[in-house]
């Protein structure tokens, strides 16, 4: 391969692009060919950036039918990339809010947290991070010991280990079948440590497929999808 122009590439990417032929949701052969290409370009020595949109699912007041203010189409518009998004990647560097961890923990994304330091939050999210390392769903990374090279260190180790995290992530959602909050989140454990041992915590999830699918006459599909 010759030797490329540029450097450093900021790559916009069209949602739509990922939908392939059908120009709605997710095409992966399409995302595959697109992540090949990428690769073959970092492989090359070019830092790229990434940028994706939401058009296959959301385009913003046009999809809203002039019936939807201009700043809610907006945000379900980001919501499409962030779908999007977790369809490219194969690992997630994120901050550590209850909510982010339980979706990636649902989803089986390796993740690399880097949780907001104490003089910028009340600690949860350090408190979120260090259970989940604990109980090795994450990796790590505190923001006052990131530097360019310590995070990129703890990305390759991330790559390196992804197939042992993605196996815990499974494991931790009951092989995918329902996310698995209580045993995972700091403030339920704590909760359950504290609670009278005849109060029992169960998973939303949980309780349904165990105690209304038969009362509602609900039949439960071959595969759920957490």
Excluded at 112 to 118: E, F, I, S
Aim: with cysteine; hydrophobic share 40%; net charge positive.
């Amino acid at each position: 391969m010759r030797e490329p122009k540029y450097k450093r590439v900021l790559l916009k990417i069209s949602g739509e692009a990922l939908a392939g032929d059908a120009h709605r949701g997710l095409d992966f052969a399409v995302i595959g060919g697109v992540c090949d290409v990428i690769k073959q370009c970092v492989e090359a020595g070019v830092q790229v950036g990434v940028v994706v949109g939401g058009g296959n699912f959301w385009r913003g007041v046009k999809d809203g039918g002039g019936k939807m203010e201009r700043t809610r189409a907006d945000h379900m518009g980001m919501l499409a990339t962030v779908i999007n998004a977790l369809a490219v990647a194969d690992v997630v560097l994120s901050r550590a809010g209850s909510n982010t961890l339980s979706e990636l923990l649902a989803l089986h994304k390796p993740m690399l947290l880097v949780p907001y330091p104490l003089g910028a939050s009340r600690g949860d999210q350090i408190e979120n991070a260090k259970s989940y390392a604990r109980q090795g769903l994450a990796r790590v990374l505190m923001q006052e010991d990131m530097t360019p090279r310590t995070m990129a260190d703890a990305l390759l180790r991330l790559l390196e280990e992804r197939a042992e995290l993605e196996k815990a992530l499974r494991q931790a959602s009951n092989n995918g079948e329902y996310p698995v909050l209580c045993e995972t989140s700091p403030c339920l454990l704590h909760m359950k440590q504290t609670l009278d041992p005849s109060i029992k915590l169960m998973e939303p999830v949980q309780f349904i497929l165990e105690n209304l699918m038969d009362t509602l006459k609900l039949k439960k599909l071959p595969k759920t999808v957490a």
